[in-house]
């Protein structure tokens, strides 16, 4: 079975920081990877996936992540935060059950922007 | 515009009445999911239904239950054997099995009083 653990339910940067949200992810087939963003008392949108082609992986907002097999990490990474980066996120990994497909996600971290 | 609307936002219910909640999609979708989410849990999925008048339980079905008679449809009913119902429920669509993204609906917050 395939599984996301996020580290640090809540991060905290100031405005014009870099952005580091952590994930790894525990999978026995390559994985396919996702980051989700959610604002409050919205639904989740998606940032970026990983389906195995180019291991850093450009997504909407100046979000980014990278791919790396040997540490089983997708870490999303954004230069400069925005105020508006204010949100949680989510990290999953698709999971294959008798050709049908779930996602898994992780517990999510919250991401705090201050001036 | 496409996608997936939920209703109602916010939902009060009293112990032991079942509520309804309702998940609409215009994507022309085959695949339809329910999750609750709850803090520092992320999301768990409920149901899930890949075709018309199939459904399979997920994680956690129990006190739950799901029909899919129309392709766009996927209602979802929080029974009264649910024992903690108190949540923010979300529905997903995905086109099929051979693609990659699942699109949510804003959700529905149900609360127990």
């Known amino acids: 079975a395939q599984s996301v653990t996020q580290l640090g339910s809540h991060v905290s940067v100031s405005e014009g920081a870099l952005v580091l949200l952590r994930c790894n992810y525990s999978s026995s087939v390559p994985p396919y990877l996702f980051w989700y963003v959610q604002y409050p008392n919205q639904g989740l949108q998606l940032l970026l996936k990983y389906t195995s082609a180019a291991t850093l992986v450009k997504g909407i907002n100046g979000f980014e992540a990278e791919f790396k097999k040997s540490e089983t990490s997708f870490h999303l990474t954004k230069p400069s935060a925005h105020m508006s980066d204010a949100a949680e996120y989510f990290c999953a990994v698709r999971q294959m059950n008798t050709g049908f497909q779930k996602l898994v996600f992780g517990t999510g971290t919250r991401l705090l922007v201050s001036p | 515009d496409g996608g997936i609307t939920q209703s109602p936002k916010y939902l009060f219910r009293k112990e032991g009445q079942n509520v309804t909640l309702s998940c609409e999609q215009n994507l022309n979708h085959d695949a339809m999911y329910w999750y609750r989410q709850d803090p520092g849990q992320g999301l768990r999925l409920i149901y899930y239904?890949?075709?018309?008048?199939?459904?399979q339980k997920g994680d956690i079905a129990e006190g739950y239950s799901v029909s899919r008679e129309k392709k766009e449809s996927f209602p979802l009913t929080v029974t009264s054997a649910q024992k903690n119902p108190t949540a923010f429920y979300l529905c997903?669509?995905?086109?099929?099995?051979?693609?990659?993204?699942?699109?949510f609906g804003p959700g529905t917050r149900l609360t127990v009083l």
């Open positions: 997903a669509s995905m086109l099929g099995h051979l693609s990659n993204e699942q699109f």
């Open positions: 239904s890949q075709i018309v008048n199939d459904f």
